[in-house]
């Protein structure tokens, strides 16, 4: 049973760490059919701090945070924080299902107590690339208060082309998803529309980073077969626990895939052939100045 919604508006304190240590960047490797993306340390810290809960409601949420981890009570609580309505961000904030819960994952922080993720049964099946290994389903994001936390985007969902994964040596947790933008209307001229990965770390601030077009746009009805369909992947090329993302446009016919090299290739039904990926050494990462 869901607990009855609470009128009372609870404040909520986050404070940023410095601006110097939230997003950056490094570009490792820029190549026509093959991008290669580093993900640095400082990059990808945590932020915002947890919400600061008024001490008459903590006790409860938190206990239902914590319940969340036994697989025997972790439905009915998952149920009863959705009914809590706490939430980062309240502008922002939006009404997930009470489902039954799949999968729970620790969310470590550069600084502070972790975030869990809360993976739910879609009820139906989820079809996925073959190369997508790791949890899928509908996700909400709670800190240890038990706050939702507005995913980027509303992009509450690891689907065919999205992938969890650890990005530091830590454990830290990041979510790629795949988004269409589209420009205009299919019938403008100027119509075009476009597929962009986001790399956005578990983080209260949601906030990605990286941030990149994933393949050629398509234009007014053109088919997005008709060209090279392109999918991305993360791999620690280094192993120094830091992955590099990469972008490409796989080979293949039809739903053909097979291993090209150590990247089995992406199932498609376009019946075009495609270029294959190309590999090379990565750079050296360019300092920071």
């Not at 059919?33 to 340390?41: D, E, G, R, W």
């Not at 550069?110 to 009820?123: E, F, K, R, S």
């Not at 983080?203 to 077009?213: D, F, G, H, R, Y």
């Amino acid at each position: 049973m869901l607990a009855e919604p609470v009128d009372q508006q609870v404040a909520v304190r986050a404070t940023a760490i410095a601006a110097r240590r939230c997003l950056m960047l490094q570009v490792m490797r820029l190549h026509p059919t093959v991008l290669v993306f580093a993900l640095a340390a400082p990059a990808l810290s945590a932020c915002a701090k947890p919400a600061t809960v008024a001490p008459s409601r903590s006790g409860r949420s938190r206990a239902l945070v914590q319940s969340l981890l036994d697989p025997k009570t972790r439905d009915a609580a998952y149920c009863d924080l959705l009914g809590l309505r706490l939430a980062h961000r309240l502008a922002d904030a939006y009404t997930d299902t009470c489902s039954p819960v799949t999968e729970v994952l620790t969310a470590p922080q550069a600084a502070g107590p972790p975030l869990y993720i809360v993976l739910t049964n879609p009820g139906y099946e989820i079809e996925r690339e073959p190369l997508r290994r790791g949890p899928a389903g509908p996700f909400t994001i709670f800190d240890r208060n038990g706050y939702m936390v507005p995913v980027f985007w509303s992009a509450n969902s690891v689907d065919n082309e999205s992938e969890v994964f650890a990005y530091s040596p830590g454990g830290q947790i990041a979510i790629g998803n795949v988004i269409g933008v589209s420009h205009g209307s299919s019938f403008d001229v100027g119509h075009w529309s476009v597929q962009t990965l986001h790399i956005v770390p578990t983080i209260i601030s949601q906030k990605p980073a990286l941030s990149v077009v994933l393949g050629p746009p398509t234009f007014g009805f053109e088919d997005g077969c008709a060209g090279s369909f392109w999918s991305w992947r993360y791999r620690d090329l280094d192993a120094d626990g830091w992955p590099e993302i990469q972008i490409g446009a796989p080979s293949g016919r039809g739903r053909e895939h097979r291993a090209d090299g150590d990247f089995p290739l992406v199932e498609h039904r376009c019946k075009v052939r495609r270029p294959k990926w190309k590999h090379r050494r990565p750079v050296p990462p360019v300092p920071a100045h």
